[in-house]
């Protein structure tokens, strides 16, 4: 079956680097792909500088006439979607050349109980300003992932998923992206989706870098303070959904809030 997994682009003013993120795409080695691109109300040039690569009859560009935030983007295109399968691309980073059919093919063999497979990332900094100088960030790292037993073990690894390759149904039953918070999911969306599939669907692994990822001064997530204060909030907010049977203790570790362990009420 042809278009069985959508790549999916959510932009705001990624300047130059969407070009190099959609590249990435034409460069795959599996070509039934379809991608869909979500401009968030951009007001640099990023679209005009890829209209060539975006002149496609399998790509779809939506436009936000405002600016609505990560969550409420990604809620937009998942209604787009008619694959079994799509991935996230965020619109600065880019694809290692097989890592759509990688994705797709392990995708395949996986039960129905299975919602996200995920893989590792190679993190490419180019910060110049208190993270890197901080942290000591080489100027390339490695980062993996791995499996989790349950919901409370992803919570504890105070990890991400890169790339997110999501079952599409499974989205779609959870209601996609939260935007119940007091930000509307314009931050944190990566984990507050995947707190919500790990209730009711596992997650698979594969150790493979697929993913690169371009950390510069102008990420969302350099916002130490905000990310933080939602880290504790998002995260009691879940175990009290969970069913509230745990406590979080907290721990900063290289500036970033995580949690250290889960203490039995």
Request: hydrophobic residues 35%; contains cysteine; proline residues 4%.
């Amino acid at each position: 079956m042809d278009n069985e997994i959508t790549v999916v682009i959510p932009s705001y003013n990624p300047g130059k680097y969407l070009v190099k993120a959609i590249q990435s795409i034409y460069d795959q080695t599996y070509k039934d792909w379809k991608l869909i691109v979500v401009d968030d109300g951009s007001t640099d040039n990023s679209l005009e500088l890829a209209k060539d690569l975006l002149n496609n009859p399998k790509i779809e560009v939506i436009k936000n006439t405002t600016n609505l935030g990560q969550s409420k983007t990604q809620n937009i295109a998942l209604q787009a979607i008619t694959t079994p399968y799509f991935v996230q691309l965020d619109s600065d980073d880019w694809f290692s050349p097989d890592a759509v059919e990688t994705l797709l093919n392990e995708f395949k063999k996986q039960p129905e109980d299975v919602a996200v497979v995920s893989g590792n990332i190679m993190i490419i900094n180019e910060e110049s300003g208190y993270l890197r100088s901080h942290d000591n960030i080489p100027s390339t790292k490695i980062k993996k992932g791995r499996f989790f037993k349950d919901k409370y073990d992803y919570l504890l690894s105070n990890l991400s998923l890169w790339p997110r390759c999501f079952r599409t149904s499974a989205v779609k039953k959870v209601g996609g992206w939260p935007t119940d918070d007091s930000y509307e999911g314009r931050h944190m969306e990566d984990k507050m989706i995947l707190y919500r599939l790990s209730e009711e669907y596992r997650f698979y692994w594969i150790d493979k870098v697929m993913y690169y990822h371009r950390r510069h001064d102008n990420n969302i997530t350099n916002n130490l303070e905000l990310y933080n204060e939602l880290i504790e909030t998002n995260v009691r907010k879940i175990l009290k959904r969970w069913g509230d049977e745990y406590t979080p203790v907290f721990e900063i570790s290289y500036g970033w809030k995580g949690v250290k362990e889960l203490i039995k009420n």
